[in-house]
């Protein structure tokens, strides 16, 4: 697909009269938009750069970014490489994106130079030594961006994405210049790089969070900053609600994505922002951007299902939500597998449910657990758990079993961590309330208290495979 | 002995969380006819595995599967032993 507008990444930022006031800055560094046009970001001039194909790499957020303006419509193809891709996986991804050139600040998965690829250097800190010219007015090359999938286990593929498709969801009357933008994600990742794209082309800031930094540390920077749009999963904000570093965070705006957002974490995140607006939207590196949802509550209105016209088309078929737009990426690169369908729908492989005029999400098809043959999604289940008062966030799994195949067993984070002896009795009442919604084979079976729930690198709950241990 | 009454407390631990009526636990009453169903089953094992370290199904061979209460706890004594 064309991009609608021929003109690359760093003219559509500076559109505007005030940048002045534009900012980007993650925990090390700040650079004001304004001074963009002075900074040398690349230690090589954008002729040496036509037509390659690169892979960014940076453990920090701001300096892959700067490159990654610099490189739109200039290099072939820039693969956005998250800090915390397994070493292992490097050299595959290397081939799969046919990448010629590393960029990179010293730091991140592909630091050092790699042998037969030419290496690169951002700098960190840009400074106004050596100006070079704004790149070429008009793209050379219609980028492709090549991002990764947050598959579970493996080695991740790489979606190709091009700048129409990725801004294609911006058009909702959200992208304001007045914004702050703010997110927990990466910005290398589908849901950042969404926030990313809405602050650079809408006239907005952005506060860059950072891996490593404690999530005090990142609410502080960002309530200093003002922010007043921020993104992330329900877990990130279940996180969020459990810090006291929250004070002072006044949005506007609070978006949710990334995961099954249940009726609980929608309510906690409106008594404890009651200005703001909390939304959330369906969206997955390959899909895109289907819809949000503004309403406050959980699920989807199935009104949006079957209609045509729409940005996003939607529909349910054995039970899983598709998706055709021109906001899903184009192809997985060196991999044979079909992206979408014979008429263009993407296979989200998120399992949904009618009740009532809504659709819900009750799960992810391979994380299903299979009690007897009757089937369970941990997340109908946690939905469950999430409603009771005493829980701020649970996680349920499948525990092997010689009888069923499988049972259900359920970690508990408590809004108030109780005694060994004091947990029996919120125990009991937190299953007495799941026995009166669910199924029997759907109650967890085994309910153990943790002090905290493991989040992954994408910013959803960590899912262990099923083990023979409740450990 | 210990194994024993192990077992019994979880079956009527687990009777009593799952609402299940217990017939009485005698060897020769038949494990799906003491009153637990096999959801109760697969939890009492899972329950067991935890408390004594114990999962006679759980390894690589074939055990025959018990049919009785008195097959199910000569089973767990056979492998504590």
Redesign the interface.
Known sequence: MLRPDRRPLWHLTAHDDAMAKRFLSDADGRVDLNRLADLRILDAPDDAMLGRSVLISSTRQLPAVLALLRLDGIARRVLLCPPDLASEHLAGILADGEVDTIVSDGTGPAGAPVSGLAFVRCVAEPASAAPLAAPLGAAAFDTEWLLLTSGTTGRPKLVVHSLASLTGPLNDGLTTAAAVWSTFYDVRRYGGLQILLRALLGGGCMVLSQSGEAVGDFLARAAAARVTHMSGTPSHWRGALMSGARTGLMPAYVRLSGEVADQAILDNLAAAFPLAQVAHAFASTEAGVAFDVRDGLAGFPATLIGGSGAAAELRVKDGSLRIRSGRTASRYLADGAALADADGFVDTGDMVERRGDRYHFIGRREGIIN??GQKVHPEEVEAVLNRHPAVRMARVRG?R????GA?V?ADVVLNDPASPDGFQAVSASI?EACRATLP??KVP??LRQVPSLEISSSGKLARPAAG???A | MEIRSEIVSEIQRIALQQRKTLRPLTDEVGLLECGLDSLCLAILVAALDDRLDLDPFGDDTQVPFPVTLGDFIRLYEHAAA
Not at chain 1, 401 to 404: A, G, V
């Open positions: 009690v007897g525990r079993s010689p009888i069923m049972i067993v299953l029997a084979h079976t085994m023979r241990r409740h």
